[in-house]
């Protein structure tokens, strides 16, 4: 991986709702829609709560995913998005990215 493409991965990975867009994505196997995306991610943000996240948070959530962080990821190659089936899923390259995933979410201690 060259510096520019490094930059772009640590852009990506700058954002936190980016990382759990990328976490969700990398344990579901299939293509998800976008809604249960976006439920998903709230649950992550809201792990703390012990009821489910409120219908307007997941709202605002799908709302930035499909204006903001989708089609940031799209553009770099990330993930897919079919935007008629309103599915997301990782591509090859985000599989690719998800060691760097996994030392972002372990406090940068890589072992």
């Not at 493409?5 to 640590?10: K, N, P, R, Y």
């Not at 976490?23 to 009821?51: F, M, P, Q, S, W």
């Amino acid at each position: 991986m060259d510096d520019q493409s490094l930059d772009v991965v640590f852009d990506l990975l700058a954002d936190q709702r980016r990382r759990y867009v990328l976490a969700c994505l990398i344990d579901h196997t299939e293509a998800i829609g976008l809604a249960d995306l976006a439920a998903d991610v709230a649950g992550r943000e809201n792990k703390e709560a012990v009821t489910k996240p409120p219908k307007e948070k997941v709202r605002t959530i799908h709302t930035s995913l499909y204006h903001i962080h989708i089609p940031k990821l799209v553009e770099a190659g990330v993930v897919e998005y079919d935007q008629d089936r309103d599915l997301v899923r990782v591509s090859e390259t985000g599989e690719q990215i998800e060691h760097l995933l996994t030392v972002a979410a372990d406090g940068g201690e890589e072992r």
